[in-house]
């Protein structure tokens, strides 16, 4: 069975620009939380859906914005990038908005 | 003041030590705890969740204090695989189930 499934893996991008991450569930969970995790640190929270509606939103900026789609995959969206939002960005999927989290491998994303 | 503290290590140990780990978290409504395990460069993985009554997996040892809002892990017999950061999670429920992660503490058993 496949676990959760992000892309891209690595990406840079330059001050200023935006990007989307994307993110697919195991099949199933109907929950997907995004986490921002800087070296050094452990996860930050930044959004959780679940069935297609934001359910909880972390103290990040309003330059991230994510959404659900029909089939339960997930896109982070950041704008107007920043040197600091350089990190690992991580997607979990859980069957529902309580249970265990189970984590895809990350996108690395570095802005210069 | 941060959702949950953690010492960040490093501990270096040998080969089958016993080596704790502490973290205190600051909202005494938080509901559930969990040690995740994340080896370098990779995602965080569920190690154990943590009950009230304490629970023990193998040769770990997990255990719960609420009224000290207080959550240690213990390894016994440590093993070279058991080389990673432990990240300490809270949740709560009333916060939209945001998990609350330690900055995790790294663990190195030396051979």
């Known amino acids: 069975d496949a676990g959760v499934t992000q892309s891209p893996t690595h990406l840079i991008k330059t001050r200023g620009q935006h990007v989307t991450l994307r993110c697919s569930p195991i099949?199933?969970?109907?929950?997907v939380s995004w986490y921002q995790q800087v070296l050094g640190q452990g996860p930050q929270f930044i959004f959780q859906y679940y069935e297609k509606e934001e359910r909880g939103r972390g103290n990040f900026p309003d330059r991230f914005s994510a959404r659900q789609f029909p089939n339960y995959s997930s896109e982070l969206n950041v704008n107007a990038l920043l040197l600091g939002d350089s990190a690992l960005y991580l997607c979990?999927?859980?069957?529902?908005?309580?249970?265990?989290?189970?984590f895809g491998e990350g996108s690395r994303l570095t802005v210069l | 003041r941060k959702e949950v503290e953690q010492d960040p290590g490093p501990f270096n140990v040998p080969e089958g030590a016993t080596v704790a780990f502490n973290c205190t978290y600051s909202?005494?409504?938080?509901?559930?705890f969990f040690w995740y395990r994340q080896d370098c460069r990779k995602e965080p993985k569920l190690l154990m969740s943590v009950y009230s009554s304490g629970n023990e997996d193998g040769r770990f040892t997990a255990q719960l204090n609420r009224a000290s809002q207080y959550i240690s892990l213990l390894i016994r017999d440590s093993k070279l695989s058991d080389s990673a950061t432990y990240l300490c999670?809270?949740?709560?429920?009333?916060?939209?189930?945001?998990?609350?992660f330690g900055t995790g503490t790294s663990l190195t058993v030396i051979p």
């Open positions: 979990a999927s859980s069957f529902d908005m309580t249970g265990e989290l189970f």
């Open positions: 909202n005494s409504a938080s509901q559930s």
């Open positions: 999670v809270v949740t709560n429920t009333n916060t939209g189930n945001q998990f609350y």
């Open positions: 099949s199933g969970h109907k929950s």
